[in-house]
């Protein structure tokens, strides 16, 4: 079997290129939510680490030296992908809207947090709030024959983020 290494550049614009089709995309209307927020937060993260242990891979095949002017260039080529990539996540209106703060992003960190000035962060008190809704109204689901056990783990887990910091839970009404 023949396997063709490709040069770590040609990787970054693969990268770039896959990525701008599949992306979800932070609009305006409807207002994104701050969970949603989150969730594109982790899922970048798990796809940079992929990206980077990939691009590291063919660095080590090409025998870039790192410290190297050429491993320099490959860094800050990576820098500048995974910025590109978060700009496809914005809509035409919410680019429009924000363009002038999007300006003076350097790279994914800032990008996060300007987001999450804009729309918010998931909070402590959002996520007992949310457990606290679910626990409320949560049952056994007997259609995809949950077991007793898996049910009560899934209960324990919600009453373990609901009673985060308080000793007694309360109903919510």
């Known amino acids: 079997m023949v396997t063709t290494m490709r040069h770590p550049i040609e990787i970054l614009q693969n990268f770039e290129e896959n990525f701008r089709e599949s992306v979800p995309k932070i609009t305006l209307k409807p207002k994104m939510s701050k ?20 691009l590291n891979t063919a ?10 002017e050429e491993a320099q260039k490959i860094e800050a080529r990576f820098k500048k992908t995974r910025l590109r990539i978060l700009m496809s996540y914005l809509s035409k209106d919410f680019e429009g809207r924000y363009k002038d703060e999007l300006r003076g992003l350097t790279g994914s960190t800032d990008f996060f947090q300007l987001l999450g000035e804009i729309i918010g962060t998931v909070s402590d008190a959002d996520l007992v ?44 009404h």
């Not at 457990?131 to 324990?156: N, P, Q």
């Open 129 to 172: 709030k949310e457990a606290k809704v679910k626990l409320a109204d949560i049952s056994r689901d007997t259609e995809e024959e949950e077991t007793y056990i898996r049910f009560i783990k899934r209960v324990s887990n919600l009453a373990r983020i609901a009673s985060k910091n308080v000793d007694i839970l309360t109903p919510l």
């Open 35 to 54: 969970r949603k927020l989150q969730d594109i937060q982790i899922k970048f993260a798990q796809d940079t680490e992929d990206m980077s242990t990939i």
């Open 59 to 68: 660095v080590k095949n090409y025998n870039i030296v790192q410290g190297s």
